[in-house]
């Protein structure tokens, strides 16, 4: 008996899936991006929302702090460009624009409210500038 079963719904299925996979990682997009954004600037210490690190923000892509990796194309940079990327978590956004030593921070907001999202990230509009908003995948 020769059964044969058409690839169509599953090449579908595999592109739907692979889609909604990759727009599923706003935190790795977020780092890419800032990584992107101050990649000459010097003493950057970056503190990287728990939400951030859950969806994508990853130890390979810290490309400005050790352990380098060499066999993915990262090489060191001059000593001086060494960042800190700081997970640490249950801090609030108070204490981190009073730890001094904190100059950027990747977190989340909320839903639908873009660029002008002070209210809904706690974080004191006088003291942080907001650069970019990454778009999470919520639902079709």
């Known amino acids: 008996m020769d059964v044969r079963v058409p690839l169509t719904p599953y090449l ?8 909604s996979s990759i727009n599923n990682y706003p935190g ?10 101050y990649a000459d600037r010097q003493a950057v210490q970056v503190h ?14 810290q490309t400005h702090a050790p352990p380098y ?23 609030s956004p108070t204490s981190i624009t ?3 030593s904190i100059t950027h921070a990747i977190v989340e907001i909320q839903d639908g409210v873009g660029m002008n999202a002070w209210e809904a990230t706690s974080f004191p ?9 990454i778009p999470a995948f919520e639902k079709w």
């Open 98 to 100: 009073t730890d001094r």
């Open 28 to 37: 790795g997009k977020a780092l890419a991006r800032f990584n992107e954004m």
């Open 48 to 61: 990287i929302s728990n939400l951030a690190a859950q969806t994508g923000a990853s130890l390979f892509q």
């Open 69 to 91: 990796f060499p066999d993915l194309g990262v090489r060191p940079p001059p000593l001086a460009y060494n960042w800190v990327y700081n997970k640490t978590e249950d801090v």
């Open 125 to 133: 509009k006088s003291s942080w500038v907001m650069m970019a908003v």
């Open 12 to 19: 579908a299925l595999t592109v739907i899936f692979s889609i």
